[in-house]
């Protein structure tokens, strides 16, 4: 057993790992109260469906350029006040949503301020946020921790679609009005909670804790930048971001418009469907680290990947609502289950002093390809094809494709599992 070892708690989260799984939920519940209503309240500005397309490319596009900017410097500046600054932007971004209809004032919200299309975290957050837990306890434990954060986000996603089918039933002001001042409100609390980060968080405190225990070499913890990241990272990256391409084509907010448009479903009928839909992942993650410690990170990754996308091909072939619907929950009780075994893959694939850098270049990479994937998605939601599906066959095939690749690539080189 290492010093580090030693010193970190067996069983409890460090009191920074509470605070940060906290602001994700507080985070994700926004996320997943807006993204119901994000395309029907455009629409009712206005807005054509390219129009929705371009906001959310502009929302990624803010989110690149943020992820860009606190992978180089939020070690530097403080990860603190890099993770304070941009709960600020987010948000102010809500407030704007709430109170405007100007579709340029809106655009320049969602750059500057983390608009979210679905439960998914490609934001700015979180390449910050994976640093810290990985700090925050050993390389044993790193699949749990995903876990938990991972899993409280999706549940609070659910709730929040849930609270959007309510917004959706009450005629006081527009749903897509309220939804996003709470987005606001949210947003300051997240702001509180990292305002309570201990100087344990930042990059500096892994050196004095020994998060060198992996080799006890002062160099390996000293920051890298995302410029020297050794090629296995970049490409490794690379693959995650033609995952996350198939996800944008999927995104909560393009699947809440072709079940409004196939089907005839209400928005309240939405809010509930998507409250199974995340709450669905959320447990269904939990056997993430049972699954890891069985069959190894790889196979947590890949296989129930591979067999949600399988269905997600088959949800464009549904005759009804109904199995529509059902599909869509069979096929998102399966597809977070990977996310909390890739994190860990990466946090153990990549020296300590590497985490923040390439954690944020991942989620640069997939904010890269979000920002492009929700333009295609709409491009074809504008045709017939959109309403027989395309998006969602699509996204399958890149997906399914992604599996295939990273199987044939890592399986024989594969970094140590939890125990």
Known sequence: MTAWSKRMPSRRMARDARL???????????YGC????????????????????????????????????LGLFADRWGRRRALIVCGCLMALAGAV????????????????????PSTNDNTPFSGVEQSILAQTCEPARLTRIFTVYNVTALA????????????????????????????AVLAAATVLLFLGLSPAAEAGAVAASGDAAT????????????SRLPRRVHRLVGLFAVDAFAGGLVVQAVLAWWFAHRFGATTSQLGLIFFAANLLPALAQLTAPLLAARRGLLTAMLLPHFASNLILACVAFAPGLGAGVALLLMRQSLSKIDVPARQ????VAVRPSERTAA?????????????????????????????AGAPLLLGAALAIGYDVTIWRAYRSAVPATES
């Open 344 to 347: 860990a893959f990466m946090a």
């Open 156 to 183: 609070a996603g659910a709730l929040g679609g849930l609270a959007a089918a309510a917004l959706g039933l009450q005629h006081v002001v527009s749903a897509g009005d309220a939804a996003f001042a709470l987005y």
């Open 97 to 116: 949503f709430a109170v405007s209809e100007s579709y340029p004032a809106l655009v320049a919200a969602a750059f500057v301020g983390t608009i979210s």
């Open 34 to 69: 807006t993204s119901v209503l994000l395309a029907g309240m455009l629409t009712q500005d206005g807005d054509a469906p390219w129009q929705t397309g371009m906001l959310l490319a502009a929302a990624s596009a803010g989110s690149v350029a943020s992820s860009l900017a």
């Open 215 to 226: 080799n006890g070499d002062v160099e390996d913890v000293a920051p890298v930048p995302m």
């Open 20 to 30: 940060v799984v906290a602001a994700r939920a507080l985070r994700t519940f926004g």
């Open 359 to 387: 954690a944020s270049l991942t989620s640069i990479a997939r904010s890269v390809a979000v920002s492009v994937s929700p333009v295609a998605a709409t491009v074809m939601l504008s045709g017939p094809i959109g309403v």
